[in-house]
């Protein structure tokens, strides 16, 4: 569990970086983006835009706690109005304070490599919770691949946009994208089920197929995933051509595994599954959250994507546990792991952000020589 220290030229490469990004969504751009320079404004001037990050990850958190105490891992059981609203409530509040830190950073002249860090790296956390809120929201069932669909298509979805965040050095959004009209009609959901009840979900559209609303609803965020999963090869065909386009491919077969093993876990031994669905979900959850952030890393210190150890053990220890014939033993793997790579995301985090926050002498929760009001 050893993580050597980033090199001094690593550390030197966060002060030539540079985010780019271009969001093509309507939605931010007509409406949240410009209310939000306003709103801004109002923000007192020593609120750092990195507890600002930290206090919009939190909403997620209480919201996938009161969401799981109505009714824990069972994705077949209808929600109460009231965390139907909070599901979708504290969404918004995720979405406004997510958009609002960066505005606050360059208000105060705090916008920092290690700022970009903090935003993405909280990010990574806030898709699993809100994969959790979603999935409880759209009652996806327990039985079959729909319970694993809205993780599916986030974890990939994300990852994708990471990667091609690595790969052409600009991370874009275009008209219709998750973490702008996404975010927003998960709060609209919320709302709407809150007033309405959580019947609607349950309406059964395809008798054959077992398909409802919310199932199909599902299928529209797998499909979502997947067209990051196009955006990506599309965008490195037109800028590198064919072969770095295959190369893309081959590089990504490892985090394939993450998401469709499972799936496939899931078609042959849905008994175990459904008893113990949740420490499979948190177990590629956390193989998700480790590669992605070392990733977001790697951007930033403009470094080489190479063989991630953690990630190798993590995703071979993963697929071997699922396929142990006795459950017993397959279930105590599987917590072991989980505490193995709960213990190391945490310390690689904790020393990546050490780093690159002494490296640029930066407090990480304060506002660093804020000017003077004009």
């Known amino acids: 569990m050893c993580i050597s220290p980033l090199s001094q030229q690593k550390l030197e490469n966060l002060k030539y970086f540079k985010y780019r990004s271009t969001d093509d969504s309507l939605l931010y751009n007509k409406c949240m983006s410009p209310c939000l320079n306003k709103l801004v404004n109002y923000l007192p001037r020593w609120l750092a835009p990195n507890l600002i990050t930290i206090i919009s990850l939190s909403f997620n958190i209480i919201a996938a706690y009161i969401s799981w105490s109505d009714g824990g891992f069972d994705f077949s059981l209808k929600l109460k109005s009231s965390t139907c609203f909070v599901i979708g409530f504290f969404q918004l509040v995720y979405q406004l304070l997510d958009n609002i830190d960066g505005k606050q950073a360059r208000r105060t002249g705090n916008s920092t490599p290690f700022g970009m860090l903090m935003d993405h790296g909280c990010d990574v956390f806030t898709n699993i919770f809100t994969a959790y809120n979603l999935s409880k929201l759209l009652i996806v069932g327990n039985d079959g691949c729909f319970s694993f669909s809205v993780f599916f298509g986030l974890i990939l979805g994300f990852y994708m946009m990471t990667y091609e965040e690595y790969k052409l050095g600009e991370m874009h959004f275009p008209p219709i994208n998750g973490t702008d009209e996404g975010n927003f009609f998960i709060f609209l959901l919320g709302v709407f089920l809150s007033i309405v009840g959580h019947d609607p979900m349950t309406y059964i559209i395809s008798s054959k197929f077992s398909i409802t609303v919310g199932k199909l609803i599902a299928l529209f ?10 955006n990506l090869y599309l965008h490195t065909y037109k800028k590198k051509g064919a072969k770095e386009a295959a190369k893309n491919f081959l590089d990504n077969i490892p985090f394939y595994g993450v998401v469709i093993i499972p799936l496939l876990y899931i078609k042959f031994h849905l008994e175990f599954y459904q ?8 177990n590629a959850c956390l193989i998700f959250a480790r590669v992605t952030i070392d990733i977001q890393i790697k951007i930033l ?5 190479s063989c991630n150890i953690m990630f190798v053990f993590s995703n071979i220890a993963f697929i071997l546990s699922l396929f142990l014939q006795v459950e017993s033993v397959k279930f105590y793997t599987l917590i072991l792991l989980f505490a193995v790579q709960s213990v190391e995301l945490g310390i690689f985090i904790f020393t990546r952000a050490k780093e690159i926050s002494d490296y640029l002498q930066i407090r990480i929760f304060c506002i660093n020589n804020p000017p003077s009001q004009v």
Do not use: R
């Not at 965020?221 to 196009?230: A, E, I, K, Y």
């Not at 210190?301 to 994507?305: A, F, H, M, V």
């Open 301 to 305: 210190t403009n470094d080489e994507l």
């Open 221 to 230: 965020v797998v499909l979502g995933g997947f067209s990051t999963v196009f």
């Open 275 to 282: 008893s113990y669905k949740w420490i499979i979900l948190v």
